[in-house]
């Protein structure tokens, strides 16, 4: 069964940063794209960035809204996505989802979220 | 960036009557993809490559569509559908993105 849990969300100040994780399970991590997805209270979800997989050579890429301030990462001796987030401003208060990535842009399996609120 | 523009933003809708929710996005793109969220709940893969069921859909649902205009249909609905069903599209000249949703409520 695949597994994806985030981790690392909470209060922040502005300015402040923070270290998503997602412990990724009952796949062949190193097979698949991986992305974060945020969502804000009552509104649509927005992608954030991907991870390729291994042949692709784990090569990135963002949504211009983030890039320069997020950095996605992942260890794949450990099933582990990380998002690195620099930067923060009060519009970054979101849930953020780990989703593992299959079809083209098809995110077919999420993670439950974890809660990132931006506030002083 | 490719714009989607989802209409009805709300509808209610009785059992066993049929849904038709649209997604029509700014410039034509290589695939659209839906998903469904209940309050609380993470999106749900629910219709992949426009037509295409997630596995655990039931068949009263179907997708359709091409280039620039795309839909997802109930033929007849039931209280479990209740939701915001979301369209979300793939093109290599775009970053992904979501319509802003339609919210599915039992009249």
């Known amino acids: 069964e695949v597994k994806l849990l985030e981790s690392g969300g909470g209060l922040v100040q502005p300015g402040g940063s923070l270290r998503l994780s997602c412990a990724a399970s009952g796949f062949t991590f190193t097979d698949f794209y991986m992305n974060w997805i945020r969502q804000p209270a009552e509104r649509a979800p927005e992608w954030l960035d991907f991870i390729r997989h291994k042949a692709s050579g784990y090569t990135t890429e963002y949504n211009p809204s983030v890039k320069g301030r997020f950095t996605i990462s992942r260890d794949n001796t450990q099933n582990m996505l990380y998002l690195q987030m620099n930067t923060l401003r009060a519009e970054d208060t979101a849930t953020y989802y780990c989703?593992?990535?299959?079809?083209?842009?098809?995110?077919?399996?999420w993670g439950q979220g974890t809660l990132v609120t931006v506030s002083s | 960036e490719i714009v989607l523009t989802q209409s009805p933003t709300t509808m209610a809708a009785s059992p066993g009557e049929k849904v038709t929710i649209t997604c029509r996005a700014s410039s034509s793109v290589s695939y659209i993809h839906w998903y469904q969220q209940k309050p609380g709940a993470s999106p749900k893969p629910w219709i992949y490559d426009t037509s295409k069921l997630a596995s655990g859909v039931p068949n009263r649902f179907s997708g359709s569509g091409s280039g620039t205009s795309y839909s997802l249909t109930i033929s007849s609905m039931e209280t479990e559908d209740t939701a915001t069903y979301y369209c979300q599209q793939w093109s290599s000249k775009s970053p992904y993105t979501f319509g802003a949703g339609t919210k599915l409520e039992l009249k």
């Open positions: 989703a593992r990535g299959d079809y083209p842009g098809w995110f077919a399996y």
